[in-house]
Structure formats: structure tokens, C-alpha cells
């Protein structure tokens, strides 16, 4: 579930009440609508330092986004950890990796090399 509420109704994939508890609690982090509303998979993720206490430090793209997408604001959210791995579970296996950890789909499958 989003932690900030924009002006614009977002029409997520999963409905909040279909969001189940997969994963331990670890923090929330940044996500961009190409994968909640738009419904594509995560392609790049990167961890860096926390921005405040609950952040994990991960940020999430389908790695489809133009950076003009990226800067604008309204395309991004705070997430549950949670709450994105319901859209996409072959992130789990890789949340724990430390700081400064940036992480790409290999095509066609379910796992991610480090670059």
C-alpha cells in the first residue's frame, strides 16, 4: 500500500485487500507506477543509504522509465517491501543484499545479476 496520497487516483493491479503477507516486514521503498499500475515486472532495482527510518533503501523501476518519467513525481510512490513483492516475488531472494547493491533482470527469467 502507498505511504503518500497524490491528488491522482491510482488504479492499481492488485487492490489493497488482495495484498498478502509474503515476506517478512523489511521497510518500505520507492516504486514507479510501470510496475503496480501499469503491471510490468521489476527490470533494475538499486539499495542505497535510508532516506528516513523505515526505508529499506531499495528503489524499485521496471526499467522502462525515461527519466522525464522518473523526475516527475507523481509516477513514484512509498511502497511496503511487501506490497511491491506481491507484484513481482523474484525480488525476495535479493532484498536482503547490502547498501549500494544495483540489480538487473536477466531476460526471460525470474533472477537478477549484479551490475
Given at each position: 500500500?502507498?505511504?503518500?496520497?497524490?491528488?491522482?487516483k491510482?488504479?492499481?493491479?492488485?487492490?489493497?485487500?488482495?495484498?498478502?503477507?509474503?515476506?517478512?516486514?523489511?521497510?518500505?521503498?520507492?516504486?514507479?507506477?510501470?510496475?503496480?499500475?501499469?503491471?510490468?515486472?521489476?527490470?533494475?532495482?538499486?539499495?542505497?543509504?535510508?532516506?528516513?527510518?523505515?526505508?529499506?533503501?531499495?528503489?524499485?523501476?521496471?526499467?522502462?522509465?525515461?527519466?522525464?518519467?522518473?523526475?516527475?513525481?507523481?509516477?513514484?510512490?512509498?511502497?511496503?517491501?511487501?506490497?511491491?513483492?506481491?507484484?513481482?516475488?523474484?525480488?525476495?531472494?535479493?532484498?536482503?543484499?547490502?547498501?549500494?547493491?544495483?540489480?538487473?533482470?536477466?531476460?526471460?527469467?525470474?533472477?537478477?545479476n549484479?551490475?
Amino acid at each position: 500500500m502507498p505511504f503518500k496520497n497524490h491528488e491522482v487516483k491510482k488504479n492499481f493491479r492488485i487492490i489493497s485487500v488482495d495484498i498478502r503477507k509474503i515476506m517478512p516486514s523489511m521497510g518500505c521503498c520507492l516504486a514507479t507506477d510501470k510496475i503496480n499500475v501499469d503491471g510490468l515486472k521489476v527490470g533494475y532495482m538499486y539499495r542505497e543509504e535510508s532516506d528516513f527510518e523505515a526505508d529499506s533503501g531499495w528503489r524499485i523501476f521496471s526499467g522502462t522509465e525515461s527519466q522525464d518519467y522518473v523526475d516527475n513525481s507523481s509516477n513514484t510512490e512509498i511502497y511496503d517491501l511487501n506490497t511491491i513483492a506481491n507484484y513481482d516475488p523474484s525480488i525476495i531472494p535479493y532484498l536482503n543484499s547490502p547498501f549500494g547493491t544495483e540489480l538487473e533482470r536477466i531476460p526471460g527469467t525470474d533472477k537478477f545479476n549484479k551490475i
